[in-house]
């Protein structure tokens, strides 16, 4: 919609122009919410959207329409269904934010088409004159325009709007009174009412740009939660690479020693049979499988076994799913394991820390089996799962390669269309 | 097919490859994976796993020693752990005796 406004407005704007032109408004019939508007309307959204919905009208913009109108008469106290209809539906956006009233004048006017307003303007002047009449006379009444019937047209250009802007921030938005703001700006052919009007616009439009970056920045923030660091803005997407290289590189100089000792706390002991230290640890990734947990691990040293959110998680990752699937999978948005690692780790969607490798990608979507072999119940889970709802976040945020190189790519393989009309 | 939709079917492999890899998978189970739960053709997940790789040069190379590591260590679970077994089979024996 709010896309659609400014594009409308200034389309339709033109044509009304033209159709102002060729039209000769009789002074009785005076738009409400004329074409003037539009013109009005086409610098706003030049400048801001007008796709604002605030249900609050200044009484005055009315006026202020009216006066905008270019028509060469003045615009007297009622405005006609002349007005109304001509309303081309670009208005719609910029009325039905000023009158509730004007708001089935707008829908009316919707109808037709900017080039056939002028003829349906005719028509249905006759069809509904009452209608109009009222909207019009009841919204003269609403507005008291001080300087009697005659409006000056206010001209929103972007060096106004600029200096309207400076004033407004310099009361402080929510402090700017149009008188202020009037007097800031110091330009003689604006009127207070302009200003409310256009002050009301410009809130509007604020409150709109702010809600939209807010919900984008606890999207993104969700996302970052989800993705531990995963943010999926550009600006995250370097950092978010870079933190991705070092974690590649540092699992192998981690090597095996470091991860082990923490997280198996409670589950297995080294072999000390064998006695080859290696050996034990890297027995103790899969021992898990093959093992029943085993007496508690007393020698661990750091995180001590209660330092570790008990069971699920560790069993996820030390234990191959089929002992232990139901324990899987700690909710979507657990950091991941090892403890050993958990705050620095978050940020860091995966942390392969060497070991348990798959358990530490936790991430949103049920869980990796993070074994040596993925069951494939939770393959399925998972490819399920992305399929059903492609906006979720990428799990590894891996840099996607360009399209035209993939298909390129394809084409040397044969395949043209993507997605392919046979299935595999 | 417009170039949209292709972008958006390679972004969906994507996603799938990265949801294999995160099972620790190679790209031969990724393929035979994406193929029998998405319908995927295995050459275009080869493809896309493939350029995944070009652009995340070192993710990839890591990913791929991680595998290497992990599976040289199963095999030797695998043998240290017959050779547990053996031990306990003939120490058993042996009580038996």
């Known amino acids: 919609m709010i896309a659609v406004s400014p594009l409308r407005n200034s389309k339709n704007d033109r044509e009304e122009e033209e159709l ?100 349906i303007v005719i028509n249905k002047k006759d069809d509904e004159p009452n209608v109009a009449g009222e909207r019009g006379r009841k919204s003269m009444a609403h507005s008291k325009n001080p300087m009697g019937k005659k409006k000056v047209k206010v001209d929103w250009t972007p060096e106004l709007h600029r200096r309207f802007v400076q004033a407004v921030e310099q009361l402080g938005v929510d402090k700017a009174v149009p008188s202020r703001i009037l007097e800031l700006m110091g330009i ?16 509007s439009h604020r409150k709109h740009l702010l809600a939209r970056e807010a919900e984008a920045a606890s999207w993104s923030q969700r996302r970052q939660m989800y993705g531990g660091g995963r943010v999926a803005t550009a600006a995250a997407t370097v950092k978010r690479e870079n933190q991705h290289v070092k974690p590649w590189i540092a699992p192998t100089t981690i090597g095996f020693p470091p991860p082990v000792t923490p997280p198996i706390p409670h589950h297995f002991r080294p072999l000390h049979v064998w006695g080859h230290p290696s050996l034990d640890q890297s027995m103790m990734n899969t021992w898990p499988k093959h093992l029943t947990p085993p007496p508690p691990q007393p020698t661990w040293p750091p995180p001590p076994p209660h330092s570790l959110p008990p069971p699920p998680t560790d069993n996820s990752f030390w234990i191959s799913h089929h002992h232990h699937h139901q324990h899987h999978v700690p909710t979507p948005g657990t950091p991941c394991f090892p403890p050993h690692m958990p705050p620095t780790r978050f940020p860091t969607p995966l942390v392969p820390a060497g070991i348990p490798p798959q358990a530490m990608y936790m991430v949103e979507q049920p869980q990796p089996p993070s074994d040596i072999h993925p069951s494939k119940e939770s393959v399925d889970a998972a490819i399920g799962d992305v399929l059903t709802k492609p906006w979720l976040p990428l799990p590894l945020g891996l840099k996607p390669p360009s399209v035209n190189s993939v298909m390129v790519e394809l084409q040397l393989q044969g395949i043209s269309k993507i997605p392919p009309t046979t299935c595999a | ?89 003939s120490s058993k024996k042996i009580n038996d005796q």
Not at chain 1, 100 to 112: G, L, R, T, V
Not at chain 1, 188 to 203: E, G, V
Not at chain 2, 33 to 38: E, I, M, V
């Open chain 2, 1 to 89: 097919m417009g170039s949209e939709s292709s972008a958006q079917y390679i972004h969906m492999v994507q996603h799938l490859i990265e949801e294999c890899i995160v099972f620790n998978m190679s790209k031969e189970e990724c393929m035979e994976a994406l193929s029998k739960h998405a319908n995927i053709t295995p050459v275009i997940t080869s493809t896309v796993w493939k350029e995944l790789e070009k652009e995340n040069k070192e993710f990839f190379e890591s990913y791929t020693k991680k595998r290497e590591e992990k599976s040289s260590s199963d095999q030797e679970t695998e043998t240290s752990q017959r050779i547990q077994n053996i031990l306990l089979d």
């Open chain 1, 20 to 119: 102002m032109e060729g039209f000769s408004m009789e002074e009785s019939d005076f738009p409400d919410f004329c074409v003037g508007n539009l013109l009005d309307s086409i610098d706003f959204d030049d400048l801001f959207v007008v796709g604002i919905s605030d249900g609050d009208v200044l009484p005055d913009l009315e006026h202020e329409m009216l006066a905008d109108f270019s028509s060469p008469s003045p615009l007297s106290g009622g405005g006609e269904e002349e007005s109304d209809v001509i309303n081309p539906p670009s208005s719609l956006s910029s009325v039905e934010n000023f009158d509730h009233d004007e708001i089935k004048s707008a829908s009316s006017s919707e109808n037709a088409t900017t080039t056939n307003n002028a003829a």
């Open chain 1, 188 to 203: 003689d052919c604006l009127t207070r009412h302009n200003i409310a009007s256009h002050l009301q616009k410009y809130r």
